[in-house]
């Protein structure tokens, strides 16, 4: 089914459409790479959302793996033609907005996610993900947006995402992609990343740390005892963590917010 830069525009052509780059729609093409990097991901057997598939370039090797795929694609015209390109009763297409859905009750509470995320929404859709868990995730997303996965303490981009990320994931980056690799070309370098979900280790819900974080971050060139509101808890919380209170929450490691998140809600 995999469709070539000829097909993906005779497409287009007979419906009288453009891809709506308002929406991020850069279709990738190779579609070999796809399906290796599906192959590293190794998804386990559970259902795996799939945000935003276009026409399927990524569904197909994900439907290899035998698990079925739930697609939530935005555009109306994409979410037609999915099912008539891949009929399977192991996929599922939902047309709407991946941020206004429900995801657990797509997918179920156990699941993995997958999708060449579009630019312009990367951040809120990854920090829903972050969220929710997932067992596996296998992004595609701008270079600089795969950047904040991996940023370190004082790093420009270092913020929630890392430093989830570092506490409830393996991460590393499969490959850069070229603009050359999509159709139409983006103006933009992109990038396949692979998280891992950690098993064992007794973590909090993240929805709760990843708040903290944020709130923490929200303006880097205040002191942290300033960033968490000078109350009498928040310095008892420094200080069991053996913290100055006129440290900056952005040297921070994912482990020290974590073992300041912890402190605070004692």
């Not at 630019?119 to 701008?142: F, G, R």
């Not at 490959?175 to 692979?194: F, G, K, M």
Request: include cysteine; charged fraction near 20%.
């Amino acid at each position: 089914m995999a469709l070539g830069i000829n097909e993906l525009k005779a497409l287009f052509e007979a419906h009288g459409r453009r891809a709506n780059r308002a929406l991020g729609q850069n279709f990738f093409i190779d579609h070999a790479l796809l399906e290796q990097a599906v192959e590293t991901a190794a998804f386990a057997q559970m259902p795996i959302l799939e945000i935003g598939p276009g026409l399927g370039a990524l569904t197909e090797p994900l439907l290899n793996t035998g698990n079925a795929v739930t697609a939530v694609e935005k555009d109306a015209f994409l979410a037609e033609r999915l099912p008539e390109l891949l009929p399977t009763e192991r996929l599922t297409v939902v047309n709407g907005d991946i941020l206004k859905q429900d995801i657990p009750a797509l997918v179920g509470a156990e699941f993995s996610a997958a999708g060449n995320l579009p630019y312009y929404i990367t951040t809120p859709i990854v920090t829903m993900l972050l969220k929710l868990l997932p067992d596996t995730m296998l992004l595609m997303t701008q270079k600089e947006a795969a950047a904040r996965f991996f940023a370190r303490p004082g790093d420009r981009v270092y913020g929630p995402v890392a430093i989830l990320t570092a506490l409830y994931y393996d991460a590393k980056e499969l490959c850069e992609l070229d603009p050359a690799q999509y159709w139409p070309q983006p103006d933009v370098r992109s990038s396949v990343t692979l998280l891992k979900r950690k098993r064992g280790a007794a973590l909090p819900a993240p929805a709760g740390l990843l708040r903290f974080s944020d709130n923490a971050l929200a303006q880097r060139r205040k002191t942290l005892i300033n960033a968490l509101g000078k109350t009498e808890q928040a310095h008892a919380a420094l200080e069991a963590v053996g913290l100055s209170p006129a440290v900056r929450a952005e040297t921070l490691d994912p482990e020290t917010f974590l073992a300041l998140y912890t402190a605070m809600q004692g």
